[in-house]
């Protein structure tokens, strides 16, 4: 009887797998190693990859294998990846912040696999003497030109966002002066910068927020750039700050950015900007109540 039900809940199990994989459309297979002890590993690790009719991860404790199936067009296997990292479990590409790890549960703490250098011991000989002082060398080398790499890809990420805040902000100076023609402009740049952004070279946080956000950042900026009616892009403008707002949140600025909050906006319910400056220049009304507002966070 105990065999028959073991049965039945395992034909159970794969046809729940069938059918939700069969709802991801342009689906692609992998299959990859991600780290992890128990049962309540498999459930957040495929709780965390998972994304409806987008992705689908399903990870076996014994093996420490995971079947990815996800739509090719939607996502791919880095994204499913980190977000299984930002959860607390590695892989063999990313590695999870040491401190959602040490958050896990003591359970959950599998063996993470480091990689050490091998030593070798140094012989009396003088050529071994030698030899060492050259491997020394090499291996100087190689850090700082590791040091140099890295150094590269995060000015390349900076620079990479720095043209999306730039033409928010110009689109914003727009704003406080009720110029539509300019923002509708502005608008069609950020509209650029935004389509230009190549996410796959974003640091994980910074990717994680802009994968939640890039849709409704193009949306806003989109409706913005169709019209001149100024109160319509004072409408999509509130959006378009709130996701801005986040996306800098886990960015490095090289200046204090204000974020600045206006009571009277929104039909009364309030509504918030970004500002490089801390004297409020209000977007939502702009002459008529230039100084209406107040600085409510500095992000540094």
Sequence with gaps: MKSLKKTVMTIALLLSFVVSNAQIKNAKTETVKIFGNCGMCETSIEKAGSLKKNANVDWNKDTKMATLTYDAKK???????????????????????DDVYNNLHGCCQYDRETKVAVKTEIKSDPSDSEKAKQMATM?????????????KIEQATQNQLKPVFDNYFLLKDALVKTDSKTTSMQ???????????????????????????????????????????VKHQRDYFMTLSKNMYE???????????????CPMANGGKGANWLSKENTIKNPYYGSQMLSCGKTVETIK
Excluded at 188 to 216: D, G
Excluded at 247 to 261: D, G, H
């Design 247 to 261: 996306l800098l949140k886990v960015s490095k600025v090289e200046t204090p950015i204000y974020y600045q909050f």
């Design 139 to 151: 291996e100087n080398h190689s850090a700082h030109a590791n040091q140099s790499e890295t150094q």
């Design 187 to 229: 608008s069609k740049k950020l509209r650029s910068a935004i389509n230009e952004i190549k996410m796959e070279t974003l640091k994980m946080e910074e990717h994680m927020v802009w994968m939640k956000v890039m849709n409704q950042l193009k949306e806003d900026a989109k409706h913005i750039s169709e019209t001149q009616d």
């Design 75 to 97: 996502t791919n296997q880095d994204e499913i990846l980190k977000r299984i990292a930002l959860a607390g479990y590695d892989s063999e590409k990313f590695l999870a912040p």
